[in-house]
């Protein structure tokens, strides 16, 4: 946090406004609410640019540890922001702000679900959306694999391949596949270097 | 696993969540497996609803899992679902972040992150697979999915307008 407590040539505006427990929230539950198709775009909007709570790269640095650790990448970083900013109280804060009102919506949803799911129009519709959400999955796949498919080739590509049809092909268990699989990644990436 | 069902579910994801590297969309394959497959709570028509329905939802894609849990034990799956799922991550998280600065250079650290890239592009990629097995079951859906990778690869076009263009094909009987 050196650089971002001054205010550096390049930076239009100093980071030196804390968030309160309070604003936290308010940030994560706006951050939850405007995020169709992934929050992580409306986390940087919301932190970065409009209340300048990190610099870009304290946020890409926050969200790469989001990613290095496994589960939801968005919900990681709501906990490592937030007790950047207010220790426990403030992850258990911003994680409240994050879960809390798709939690709400979702279940009420869910209720829906539960009593007119076999509606007829209803169905056809979630099926329409299940199919053009699907769609949207393999672009986002395409677009992952490019960087790794397009340049030379190494074992990457194997290493995906392999993890694809473990699980989607043999149906493996995911913990069996990934304890085959990530290990032998993991050396690879090291000797590559 | 057993006979309680909050407890299955709790099992489940909360050891799922530890394997889900890459998210959400990386851990659709286990889940559809335990839950359709192995422990048989949903059809595949369900899960595929569930799936349409955190994607029209507001927030994490993660919240699939209330969804599951719901399903499984109404609102008390839904908690222990959605607890299970985020809970160990979270914690995970929470002590990471102390001691980050500390290892962000380190070589291990970059050899693992990595090299869990590919793995977890093989997993979304299983994603995919397993849901266009539950969502496209003729060929009109399988257009629809088509059409819109297509969109969503060479455009930038918010996911809301393609799923309300899903919907209203769905809506107008052709899946």
Known sequence: ?193 | MNDNPLLSLFGYFALLSLFAVGGANAAIPEMHRIAVEVMQWMTERQFADSFAIAQISPGPNIIIVTLIGYHVAGLAGAAVATAAMCGPTCLLAFLVARTWDRFKEARWRIAIQSGLVPVSLGLIAASAFVLARSADHNIYAAIITGTTALVGFATRINPLWIFAVGGLMGLSGWL
Do not use: C
């Open chain 1, 1 to 193: 946090m050196s650089d971002s407590t001054r205010s550096p040539a390049g930076t239009p505006f100093p980071v030196t406004t804390l968030p309160s427990l309070p604003e936290l929230f308010r940030a994560f539950v706006i951050v939850s609410i405007s995020g169709f198709g992934g929050a992580l775009p409306w986390a940087r909007r919301m932190i970065v640019d409009q209340k300048h709570w990190m610099t870009a790269d304290e946020f890409n640095e926050a969200f790469a540890l989001s990613q290095f650790l496994p589960g939801p990448n968005v919900v990681n970083f709501s906990v490592v922001f937030g007790s950047r900013f207010g220790g426990a109280p403030g992850a258990a804060v911003a994680l409240a702000g994050l879960m809390g009102p798709p939690l709400i919506i979702v279940t009420v949803l869910a209720f829906l679900y539960a009593r007119f799911g076999d509606v007829e129009m209803l169905s056809r519709i979630l099926t329409g959306i299940a199919a053009a959400a699907t769609g949207l999955l393999i672009a986002v796949v395409a677009k992952m694999a490019a960087p790794l498919f397009l340049k030379r080739w190494d074992w990457a590509p194997l290493i995906a391949i392999a993890a694809f049809i473990g699980v989607a092909i043999m149906q493996w268990p995911l913990p069996w596949v990934f304890a085959g699989l990530a290990p032998v990644s993991i050396a690879l990436a090291w000797m590559k270097r």
